[in-house]
């Protein structure tokens, strides 16, 4: 059974840089089991694409936010990180991991597991 588990989130002012963790507790995150990325969304929006990553290392960024903020993965402890820097007010949402064998299918935001989210808040 796949537990996606995220951490990580809290207030931070404009400018600012958090990053957010993603264990798997459920699955090794081996070359089978495809792809990890995450969503996110903010009050009154509907989820949005934000960044994933392949077991191999390849990557894909939404374009508001290519540049500011890095995805990246360990392996062996079976954890995605999201490194967040120069943080917007329009960043704050609750950010979501989610997991599936196909990049198009985490792309698109109909992976076929999910966290329960993390809380970002960022502050002007």
């Known amino acids: 059974q796949v537990r996606l588990v995220e951490s990580g989130g809290g207030l931070v002012q404009a400018g600012g840089s958090l990053r957010l963790s993603c264990a798997d507790s459920?699955?090794?995150?081996?070359?089978?089991?495809?792809?990890m990325g995450w969503h996110r969304q903010a009050p009154g929006a509907q989820r949005e694409f934000v960044a994933a990553?392949?077991?191999?290392?390849?990557?894909n960024y939404a374009d508001s936010v290519k540049g500011r903020f890095t995805i990246s993965k360990d392996n062996t402890k079976n954890t995605v990180y999201l490194q967040m820097s120069g943080l917007k007010p329009e960043d704050t949402a609750v950010y979501y991991c989610?997991?599936?064998?196909?990049?198009?299918?985490?792309?698109?935001?109909?992976?076929?597991?999910w966290g329960q989210g993390t809380q970002v808040t960022v502050s002007s």
């Open positions: 459920g699955r090794t995150f081996n070359s089978g089991s495809g792809v």
């Open positions: 989610t997991r599936d064998v196909r990049l198009a299918s985490v792309v698109a935001g109909t992976g076929a597991s």
């Open positions: 990553i392949t077991y191999y290392g390849s990557t």
